[in-house]
């Protein structure tokens, strides 16, 4: 398994709410049922601090050494959280997708998790998502609809 380590957002420093921010600009709106339109830099700054997650981390491959022996940690390649409910969020960013970084960081969670109740919410379209997470046992329950109003986009940002 590609190796990984999940570091909570809030161990990262400053920077993660802009890696945080790239990520959400990638994401596309039908892979996506949380999140319809992209918030402004100070809205999404207010969504972190909010610690919106019971858990955040961003995905790192694991620190390489340097020549003294000290670790020096890489750039993160994605995020994920799980909520109170047990519901896990795993986005990787485009460049670093297909080289098994959400595999893992998944495999992770899971074992931060034995035993309890885990979800994931995806979108009929996601079949990246749908594969990855059937790929450990995960079994489709139900489906879930939406009417969309005025006012809606803003709440869900
Ligand atoms: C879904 C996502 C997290 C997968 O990340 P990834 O690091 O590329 O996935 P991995 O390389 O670990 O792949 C693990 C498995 O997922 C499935 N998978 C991943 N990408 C896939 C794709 N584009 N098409 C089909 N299956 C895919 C495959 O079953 C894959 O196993 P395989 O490589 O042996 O076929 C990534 O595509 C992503 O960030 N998408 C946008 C955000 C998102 O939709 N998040 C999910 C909401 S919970």
């Known amino acids: 398994m590609t190796e990984v380590i999940l570091i909570p957002v809030e161990e990262w420093g400053g920077d993660a709410v802009h890696f945080l921010y790239d990520l959400l600009a990638q994401r596309r709106p039908e892979v996506n049922i949380s999140h319809k339109a992209m918030p402004s830099f100070s809205q999404h700054e207010a969504f972190c601090a909010s610690k919106p997650y019971a858990g955040w981390w961003l995905v ?90 005025h006012g809606n986009a803003e709440k869900n940002a």
């Open 60 to 149: 790192v491959p694991r620190p390489l050494f340097d020549g003294a022996g000290r670790a020096v940690f890489q750039v993160p390649v994605g995020a994920c959280y799980i909520t109170k409910m047990g519901e896990i969020g795993i986005q990787i960013s485009r460049a670093h997708q297909r080289k098994g970084y959400a595999r893992t960081a998944l495999n992770t969670l899971i074992e931060m998790h034995k035993g309890r109740r885990l979800l994931a919410n995806i979108a009929p379209g996601n079949e990246a998502s749908r594969k990855l997470f059937e790929g450990f046992g995960f079994k489709h329950i139900q489906n879930t609809f939406e009417l969309e109003q």
